[in-house]
């Protein structure tokens, strides 16, 4: 599955605000340097939703705000579910 991410990064917490027309919004705390930005949104990924470490990457958008994220192994049914309940707790 593929996911259309917005990062903000150097933000006051690490939080997945919500979706922007198709498009997931995620705040980071790490600053866009040295990957720092990429991990802590791949690593709130994995957490919020319940995943193993190596199912999240990032495919495109590595040193950009918008990024397209890769979730691998995963039926893409089951990964709407866990999305819509993260987003309307």
Do not use: C, F, W
Not at 2 to 20: D, F, Q, R
């Amino acid at each position: 599955m593929e996911l259309k991410v917005k990062a903000i990064p150097s933000s006051s917490t690490n939080t997945i605000t919500g979706l922007m027309e198709d498009t997931l919004k995620i705040k980071v705390k790490a600053p866009p340097e040295k990957d720092k930005a990429n991990n802590a949104i791949t690593h709130l990924l994995q957490e919020s939703l319940n995943l193993p470490k190596n199912s999240v990457t990032i495919k495109t958008g590595g040193t950009a705000p918008r990024k397209i994220i890769t979730i691998s192994g995963y039926d893409e049914d089951e990964l709407h579910r866990r999305l819509e309940k993260l987003l309307h707790r």
